[in-house]
């Protein structure tokens, strides 16, 4: 007779450390991918200044059974520039008619109607161009 005995927990020790193993170099292309989609973000965003496309950030964060890159901007107006104002607004969330709008101009108030300005989708664009890129990156072919 032969007895053949297997101690469990030291294949469960070996399968959690090889499981966390994974999540870390996973996690590492969630990050690099995160980046990537920043880089096209800020080629696709417009520039005036220069402040949106030096706002957008990429964040990756890591919990249990979730690995995630958020990729955006803190900026007060990037959503209106994105998705549009007034009439132009997406999805129609805008104001349905024209409106009167005062700022300085040369040192004097002056006074203009706008009927909103029309959406500039750059993260959707970045996205949809980078897309292929990001999923290899990702090894998901």
């Known amino acids: 007779?032969?007895?053949i005995k297997i101690n469990t927990s030291d294949v469960k020790?070996?399968?959690d450390k090889a499981c966390t193993e994974l999540e870390d170099i996973l996690f590492?292309?969630?990050?690099?991918a995160g980046e990537y989609l920043k880089a096209k973000t800020v080629e696709e965003a417009p520039s005036d200044t220069g402040r949106l496309r030096a706002s957008i950030f990429s964040r990756a964060s890591k919990k249990k059974g979730e690995l995630k890159a958020v990729v955006g901007?803190?900026?007060e107006y990037a959503p209106y520039v994105h998705q549009g104002t007034g009439i132009y607004a997406k999805g129609g969330?805008?104001?349905k008619s024209s409106w009167k709008v005062s700022t300085i101009y040369k040192g004097k108030k002056v006074f203009f109607v706008t009927k909103g300005q029309k959406p500039n989708p750059f993260l959707l664009r970045a996205?949809?161009?980078g897309l292929g890129d990001i999923k290899r990156l990702l090894g998901v072919d």
């Open 13 to 15: 020790g070996g399968f």
């Open 127 to 129: 996205k949809e161009k």
């Open 1 to 3: 007779m032969v007895d």
């Open 93 to 95: 969330n805008g104001r």
């Open 28 to 32: 590492g292309k969630v990050q690099i």
């Open 73 to 75: 901007s803190n900026l």
